[in-house]
């Protein structure tokens, strides 16, 4: 198991952790908050990377938060090939990967803004957003928005035009969710959300989220129905208001799979709730990653570590 190599909001997010693996090579780290067509480029020059270093040929990919949307872009990636001249640095790592006939099975992603979120609106458009995301979301959900905003302007974020809601709210024949229809057929596909917070993010428990309505189910950061890749529920606020879900964007069998949890050990902080809600640090959660993917390379013979 590998983690893809970032940087951009990587210093940031990872600032006073221990324990973070070495970074490989510049030319083949991505940058975390890139659109996310060239950081599917970059990350596929990773796999390519570990083949030629390891021989590895098959991966599963794993995508935590915009990582998710990413591991998607890995997929379009490697199935549509750019034309030469308009690639990021690493790719040409990736053309190794494509050259020994890589694939990537399988997708898990957890808490991730596929159809964007309310907050990166703010993050995008202060101005036009923050009242109507209050209005809609709720107080924390739009705090949560202004913090997104600081990291635009001082780290700049070229997936603010993925991860801001209007690009998903309506058909759009050149938008990023029809340039991937077909592109993960044949991938199995499981979507991990956080549904721990309402338009309020408290440690009520059980009976506090069972108060909020189903379509403001969020986790701090992103509802789930973006987590999930669905429709917007009919109480969907605006914005976004309405999402268009093209046809082919997913593959059969998607599993989908809701946890009590917030999006990161940052906003557990911000909210003042234990870090073991963030996703990353849920033992539930957690468990069910490993276990599905466990049994999947069970499954493909591959020899494990632990039982």
């Known amino acids: 198991m590998f983690t893809a190599p970032g940087y951009s909001n990587t210093q940031v997010s990872t600032a006073g952790e221990t324990g973070c ?16 067509t060239q950081t599917g480029q970059a990350v596929l020059g990773f ?8 021989g590895y040929r098959t991966f599963d990919l794993v995508g935590y938060s915009y990582g998710g949307v990413v591991a998607r872009a890995t997929v ?4 549509k090939q750019p034309a030469a001249g308009s690639v990021a640095p690493a790719f040409s790592y990736a053309l190794t990967a494509v050259a020994a006939g890589a694939s990537i099975p399988s997708i898990i992603t957890m808490n991730s803004p596929h159809f964007g979120s309310p907050t ?7 101005a036009t957003f923050t009242q109507p995301v209050l209005r809609g979301w709720g107080q ?24 801001a809601t209007q690009g998903h709210a309506k058909r759009d024949p050149r938008g990023w969710d029809a340039q991937q229809v ?28 069972k108060a909020t309505k189903k379509g403001l189910r969020t986790d701090g950061t992103v509802p789930v129905y973006s987590q999930l890749m669905e429709r917007c529920p009919a109480s969907c606020p605006a914005p976004p208001g309405s999402v268009y879900v093209p046809s082919g964007l997913l593959p059969k069998g998607v599993v989908r799979k809701t946890f009590p949890t917030i999006h990161s050990t940052y906003d557990a902080k911000r909210l003042g709730l234990p870090k073991g809600l963030s996703v990353a640090s849920n033992p539930t959660a957690i468990r069910y990653l490993v276990s599905t993917t466990a049994s999947r390379w069970r499954a493909a013979g591959v020899p494990l570590l632990t039982p």
């Open 21 to 36: 693996p070495p970074q490989p090579p510049v030319d083949v780290q991505w940058h975390t908050s890139g659109y996310p």
């Open 47 to 54: 796999l390519g990377y570990l083949n030629a270093t390891y």
């Open 76 to 79: 379009a990636a490697l199935k």
């Open 120 to 126: 990166y609106d703010i993050a995008f458009d202060p």
């Open 140 to 163: 924390e959900f739009a705090d949560a928005g202004a913090g997104l905003r600081i990291f635009q302007v001082t780290e700049g974020a070229g997936a603010i035009q993925v991860l």
């Open 182 to 209: 077909g592109v993960l057929n044949g991938v199995a596909l499981t979507l991990m959300a956080g549904d721990y917070c309402g338009q309020t993010c408290t440690s009520g428990g059980a009976a506090g989220r």
